[in-house]
């Protein structure tokens, strides 16, 4: 199960020329008036703590692409996320409404059969009615099973996993997953397993409704994602993209050995990780659609 740490209360946000778009007439004298609609990137970090970004607290020099957009944005320091736990904040993210009223107050579970409710309306289902291109990459969390999907809920583009990397197995255990070998068919009970094998299902990795990976690669899913990140804003305006992280949910997976310095300061090294992903999106965004985009990281 999910470790359920507080959610970070800090919102940094990088924009350019935000209201120009929705209200071209306040917007650029003298140039011709934008006909393009804004891009919006929401990218959600996951269990990371304030004092984790170099913006908020001075000692911690690990996320200098995160402080320069802090810098250069504007920071909302008392931005609360509705829930502390995983399905209910990103449900609410999604809905703008809280889980009282939207009905998700508790995570999913690997066995959930339900998720997010379908009478819900979400923010990607607004945009993509508005003409947006959607994507969500990474952590779902938010029901697996037929339509509660990501595919299904105004996303045109998914990849990742369905929910947190420390629920199922991986062939590359980190600091609490257990690995897959699977256990010998027709046995019923858990307890006559070797202790080697697992009866959980392995974790997937999803391109839209296909598993494409079982278990997935943990070492290699920050790369992917940030690949899968940029290949998705490349593929037209105006678009939404949705990039919940892995970081900093446990298990934290390095991406290459040798760990000479990560393997002295693991979670040090992960957020450096996280750091250089959003760094190589905004790099990206910035090179197609700088004035014109809208990113937030929470
Ligand atoms: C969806 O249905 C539930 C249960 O009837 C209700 O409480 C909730 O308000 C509905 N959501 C919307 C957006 O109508
Ligand atoms: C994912 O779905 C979208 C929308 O249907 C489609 O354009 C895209 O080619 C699909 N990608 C893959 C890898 O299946
Ligand atoms: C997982 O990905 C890493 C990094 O790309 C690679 O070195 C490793 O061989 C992969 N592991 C498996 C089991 O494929
Ligand atoms: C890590 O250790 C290896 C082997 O001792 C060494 O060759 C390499 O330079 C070290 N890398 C860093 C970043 O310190």
Same mark, same amino acid.
């Given at each position: 199960?999910?470790?359920?740490?507080?959610?970070?209360?800090?919102?940094?946000?990088?924009?350019?020329?935000?209201?120009?778009c929705?209200?071209?007439?306040?917007?650029?004298?003298?140039?011709?008036?934008?006909?393009?609609?804004?891009?919006?990137?929401?990218?959600?970090?996951?269990?990371?703590?304030?004092?984790?970004?170099?913006?908020?607290?001075?000692?911690?020099?690990?996320?200098?692409?995160?402080?320069?957009?802090?810098?250069?944005?504007?920071?909302?320091?008392?931005?609360?996320?509705?829930?502390?736990?995983?399905?209910?904040?990103?449900?609410s993210?999604l809905?703008?409404?809280l889980?009282?009223?939207?009905?998700?107050?508790?995570?999913?579970?690997?066995?959930?059969?339900?998720?997010?409710?379908?009478?819900?309306?979400?923010?990607?289902?607004?945009?993509?009615?508005?003409?947006?291109?959607?994507?969500?990459?990474?952590?779902?969390?938010?029901?697996?099973?037929?339509?509660h999907?990501p595919s299904?809920?105004?996303?045109?583009?998914?990849?990742?996993?369905?929910?947190?990397?420390?629920?199922?197995?991986?062939?590359?255990?980190?600091?609490?997953?257990?690995?897959?070998? &699977?256990?010998?068919?027709?046995?019923?009970? /858990?307890? #006559?397993?070797? *202790?080697?094998?697992?009866?959980?299902?392995? $974790?997937? =990795?999803?391109?839209?409704?296909t598993?494409?990976?079982?278990?997935?690669?943990?070492?290699?899913? &920050?790369?992917?994602?940030?690949?899968?990140? /940029?290949? #998705?804003?490349? *593929?037209?305006?105006?678009?939404?993209?949705? $990039?919940? =992280?892995?970081?900093?949910?446990?298990?934290?997976?390095?991406?290459?050995?040798?760990?000479?310095?990560?393997?002295?300061?693991?979670?040090?090294?992960?957020?450096?990780?996280?750091?250089?992903?959003?760094?190589?999106?905004?790099?990206?965004?910035?090179?197609?659609?700088?004035?014109?985009?809208?990113?937030?990281?929470?």
């Amino acid at each position: 199960m999910g470790i359920l740490f507080i959610k970070t209360l800090v919102l940094v946000t990088c924009f350019v020329e935000l209201f120009s778009c929705h209200h071209p007439g306040i917007s650029l004298g003298g140039k011709e008036p934008r006909s393009q609609k804004t891009n919006f990137i929401i990218i959600l970090a996951d269990d990371i703590g304030w004092g984790d970004l170099g913006s908020n607290w001075g000692k911690r020099k690990d996320t200098p692409n995160l402080d320069k957009m802090a810098m250069e944005g504007m920071r909302f320091v008392d931005f609360h996320s509705a829930a502390s736990t995983c399905s209910p904040s990103r449900a609410s993210l999604l809905t703008g409404r809280l889980g009282l009223r939207n009905g998700v107050t508790h995570n999913f579970a690997a066995t959930s059969v339900g998720g997010l409710p379908l009478n819900e309306t979400t923010l990607a289902e607004v945009l993509k009615k508005a003409g947006y291109l959607t994507a969500a990459i990474g952590k779902w969390h938010l029901g697996h099973n037929g339509l509660h999907h990501p595919s299904f809920r105004g996303f045109d583009y998914y990849f990742g996993i369905p929910y947190s990397h420390d629920m199922g197995c991986t062939d590359t255990p980190g600091y609490n997953l257990p690995p897959c070998p &699977a256990c010998p068919r027709h046995s019923t009970t /858990t307890s #006559s397993h070797p *202790r080697e094998c697992h009866s959980e299902v392995a $974790l997937p =990795l999803f391109e839209n409704l296909t598993i494409i990976q079982q278990p997935v690669n943990l070492t290699s899913m &920050a790369t992917k994602y940030a690949d899968k990140a /940029t290949q #998705s804003v490349q *593929r037209g305006h105006p678009f939404f993209l949705y $990039l919940a =992280l892995a970081h900093m949910h446990v298990p934290l997976v390095m991406t290459e050995p040798p760990c000479n310095l990560s393997c002295q300061d693991p979670y040090g090294a992960n957020l450096r990780q996280m750091d250089a992903l959003v760094g190589q999106i905004k790099a990206e965004v910035d090179s197609i659609a700088r004035e014109n985009t809208f990113l937030w990281f929470t």
